[in-house]
């Protein structure tokens, strides 16, 4: 038999102070683990449902500068593309293709037209006899004014003679040497001629402003006249159809050789020298929106940027046509090119915000579910500016807060709602 080493062995005993201290530090840790458990639990019953943290997205509130912007979509157009009008009924005669390219002034189309081209040729032989009207009388006037000035003339050589006869009257000796009725006579003769002397010369002033006015009225119907047909020759003129700018011809509108009444639209011309971008704005953000705000524009891998230049004031389908121009035009443009655009609405510093995502719409931005110890917890808030990718907070949250910001959708409006891990 081989002896053990039990009879080797003791047991000792420890000291009763440290039995107690290990009791403690276990009796702590048990309470403390019952304390979350029973806040585990409290928070577990006061909820009604449980979803997985793996199908939210939480993001935390934090303060900081918000640029209230807005995306949209457009695309590149020409910035000059006029449609040329018949400006006359009559029947159009085409003289270019779409597709081809034109010079400024070139003739696009000639429309004829028999009543504008009668009303030209009728205007022209008015103004042509008013025009030899007017020459005869000046003719006219100066014959007159010649007889005038005769009569007048004549009176005063009149006046003269028996001038001269009454002086060599009075020279001779007067009244003792010429019987007083030739005397008398000479003086009534001088008197005569006198007045016949003014009133002729009176005459003469009053027939040449009369023929002078008569030439002046004949002038102004031929300046009327001169206008009526310069009119009727402009008419004309756009039957001719002529290319505004350089450019090519984008669509016709009408077939060769058809009739067409006034004012119907014959071809676009476009102008791809000089490009914008036509943006569709969704009509929320109109009252925003001004001329002369900054647009970043995404073409591709490129950025751009331009100023909103023109507004339209049309909701259509919910959206607001704008127009915006470059600042820098870029290379390799197209005309219908999709592109993307950011508006630069405002930028507010230091607000307290955070991420945007679908909790925004879910309940119109009044309610939000902030996260805490494993509990989404339903609130009131307010919101107040919002960009692309933050959106700014009013009330009902504070810094550091963890808020779901998309994946709210399924917790069904319930006040609590447990997230698993």
Same mark, same amino acid.
Do not use: C
């Given at each position: 038999?081989?002896?053990?080493?039990?009879?080797?062995? =003791?047991?000792?005993?420890?000291?009763?102070?440290?039995?107690?201290?290990?009791?403690?530090?276990?009796?702590?840790?048990?309470?403390?683990?019952? %304390?979350?458990?029973?806040?585990?639990?409290? $928070?577990?019953?006061?909820?009604?449902?449980?979803?997985?943290?793996?199908?939210?997205?939480?993001?935390?509130?934090?303060?900081?500068?918000?640029?209230?912007?807005?995306?949209?979509?457009?695309?590149?157009?020409?910035?000059?593309?006029?449609?040329?009008?018949?400006?006359?009924?009559?029947?159009?005669?085409?003289?270019?293709?779409?597709?081809?390219?034109? @010079?400024?002034?070139?003739?696009?189309?000639?429309?004829?037209?028999?009543?504008?081209?009668?009303?030209?040729?009728?205007?022209?032989?008015?103004?042509?006899?008013?025009?030899?009207?007017?020459?005869?009388?000046? %003719?006219?006037?100066? @014959?007159? +004014?010649?007889?005038?000035?005769?009569?007048?003339?004549?009176?005063?050589?009149?006046?003269?003679?028996?001038? #001269?006869?009454?002086?060599?009257?009075?020279?001779?000796?007067?009244?003792?040497?010429?019987?007083? $009725?030739?005397?008398? @006579?000479?003086?009534?003769?001088?008197?005569?001629? *006198?007045?016949?002397? +003014?009133?002729?010369? &009176?005459?003469?002033?009053?027939?040449?402003?009369?023929?002078?006015?008569?030439?002046?009225?004949?002038?102004?119907?031929?300046?009327?006249?001169? #206008?009526?047909?310069?009119?009727? =020759?402009?008419?004309?003129?756009?039957?001719?159809?002529?290319?505004?700018?350089?450019?090519? %011809?984008?669509?016709?509108?009408? &077939?060769?050789?058809?009739?067409?009444?006034?004012?119907?639209?014959?071809?676009?011309?476009?102008?791809?020298?000089? #490009?914008?971008?036509?943006?569709?704005?969704?009509?929320?953000?109109?009252?925003?929106?001004?001329?002369?705000?900054?647009?970043?524009?995404?073409?591709?891998?490129?950025?751009?940027?331009? =100023?909103?230049?023109?507004?339209?004031?049309?909701?259509? @389908?919910?959206?607001?046509?704008?127009?915006?121009?470059?600042?820098?035009?870029?290379?390799?443009?197209?005309?219908?090119?999709?592109?993307?655009?950011?508006?630069?609405?405002?930028? =507010?510093?230091?607000?307290?915000?955070?991420?945007?995502?679908?909790?925004? *719409? $879910?309940?119109?931005?009044?309610?939000?579910?902030?996260?805490?110890?494993?509990?989404?917890?339903?609130?009131? %808030?307010?919101?107040?500016?919002?960009?692309?990718?933050?959106?700014?907070?009013?009330?009902?949250?504070?810094?550091?807060?963890?808020?779901?910001?998309?994946?709210?959708?399924?917790?069904?409006?319930?006040?609590?709602?447990?997230?698993?891990?």
């Amino acid at each position: 038999m081989i002896r053990d080493t039990s009879a080797q062995d =003791k047991v000792i005993s420890a000291p009763t102070h440290q039995r107690n201290k290990r009791l403690v530090i276990w009796g702590g840790a048990g309470v403390v683990a019952i %304390i979350a458990v029973a806040i585990l639990l409290s $928070n577990w019953r006061g909820s009604s449902q449980s979803v997985s943290g793996s199908r939210l997205r939480i993001a935390t509130v934090t303060h900081g500068t918000l640029v209230r912007d807005a995306s949209v979509n457009g695309k590149v157009v020409a910035a000059i593309s006029p449609t040329l009008y018949s400006t006359a009924v009559g029947t159009v005669t085409l003289k270019v293709s779409a597709g081809d390219t034109v @010079k400024k002034g070139a003739i696009l189309a000639e429309v004829e037209s028999p009543d504008i081209t009668d009303q030209f040729k009728r205007e022209q032989s008015n103004y042509e006899q008013l025009e030899a009207e007017v020459a005869r009388q000046q %003719i006219l006037a100066k @014959k007159q +004014k010649l007889l005038a000035r005769r009569d007048a003339d004549q009176a005063e050589i009149e006046r003269g003679a028996a001038e #001269l006869t009454l002086q060599r009257i009075d020279k001779a000796g007067g009244l003792g040497v010429i019987p007083k $009725n030739d005397y008398m @006579k000479a003086q009534d003769a001088l008197r005569s001629a *006198e007045i016949r002397s +003014k009133h002729a010369a &009176a005459a003469a002033e009053l027939e040449i402003d009369d023929v002078a006015l008569e030439l002046k009225t004949k002038q102004s119907q031929l300046q009327r006249q001169r #206008l009526a047909l310069e009119y009727a =020759k402009r008419r004309v003129d756009e039957l001719k159809v002529r290319a505004p700018v350089d450019g090519f %011809i984008g669509s016709l509108s009408v &077939a060769n050789r058809s009739v067409v009444p006034a004012n119907t639209a014959l071809m676009t011309l476009v102008d791809l020298s000089v #490009l914008e971008v036509e943006l569709e704005i969704p009509e929320t953000y109109v009252a925003d929106l001004g001329l002369g705000m900054a647009v970043e524009i995404v073409i591709g891998d490129t950025k751009a940027v331009g =100023k909103l230049s023109a507004l339209s004031p049309e909701v259509v @389908k919910n959206q607001v046509l704008a127009r915006v121009r470059f600042n820098t035009q870029p290379a390799g443009l197209r005309q219908s090119q999709r592109v993307s655009a950011r508006l630069l609405i405002e930028e =507010k510093p230091n607000v307290m915000m955070v991420a945007r995502g679908p909790f925004v *719409e $879910n309940e119109g931005g009044r309610y939000a579910y902030v996260v805490e110890n494993g509990v989404a917890e339903r609130r009131p %808030i307010r919101l107040g500016g919002t960009s692309v990718s933050a959106v700014e907070i009013l009330e009902g949250l504070k810094d550091g807060d963890k808020v779901v910001i998309a994946g709210s959708d399924s917790f069904e409006g319930a006040a609590r709602v447990s997230i698993n891990n």
